[in-house]
């Protein structure tokens, strides 16, 4: 299974994007380097889309949209404020992990995936994508946000399946990532966008200049 194909979102003019930016794409022209799924996590509203496509976008590398490969029947009971058991996430969570793989086997040096992955042992199964290569590297970034914040976005999409009453479903079930997780980034999103992304694209070049160093 293929990704979606991604619309186009502009790049702010802002320095210090473009020079993380500059600084990726120097390190990518490195030979036999480290490949990267950067895996944007967090319950519904949190912009886990809206910042994986500038992200993949900005960094010219493919973007899996997690909620399009969602099942009918998973789609019908989040539409009917159904919450997802375990059972229905796992054939999702290898597809997503599978598809990012594929992206990787192809030539790509990184791909960016948006995946709620709320539980810890949903990110362990995208952890298992580094046992097929030492050169793979799966990093998430949990993007936090008060309720609240969460419930005002989620009002304002149109079109989505996801309503309100899934906000709190979402979050009685979180976990949030423990220390031992090291390769989890927490984001606070309660701010401009201009600086979340910031935040991001400075991130991901310094995890990326430690791997290749």
């Known amino acids: 299974m293929m990704a979606r194909s991604i619309t186009s979102t502009p790049t ?47 960094m010219k590398v493919p973007y899996i949209e997690g909620d399009e490969f969602h099942p009918k029947a998973n789609v019908e009971k989040m539409a009917h404020g159904i919450p997802l058991i375990d059972a229905d996430r796992w054939d999702w969570l290898v597809s997503l992990r599978e598809t990012s793989l594929d992206y990787l086997a192809v030539g790509h040096q990184a791909v960016v995936l948006s995946c709620s992955a709320l539980k810890r042992k949903y990110r362990d199964v995208m952890r298992v994508a580094q046992f097929y290569s030492e050169q793979v590297i799966v990093h998430f970034f949990y993007l936090d946000a008060p309720e609240d914040v969460l419930l005002a976005r989620v009002r304002a999409r149109k079109g989505h399946y996801m ?20 390769d989890v980034s927490r984001v606070d999103i309660n701010r401009s966008l201009e600086k979340i992304q910031e935040e991001l694209l400075t991130e991901i070049s310094i995890l990326t200049m430690k791997q290749v160093s």
């Open 163 to 182: 309503g309100v009453n899934m906000v709190h479903s979402q979050l009685t079930i979180l976990e949030l990532p423990e220390k031992d997780e090291t």
């Open 12 to 58: 702010p003019t802002l320095s210090p994007l473009n020079q993380s930016q500059n600084t990726y794409n120097r390190l990518l022209s490195i030979k036999n380097q480290p490949q990267f799924i950067w895996i944007l996590t967090g319950p519904a509203g949190c912009g886990k889309s809206t910042l994986g496509k500038y992200l993949a976008n900005t």
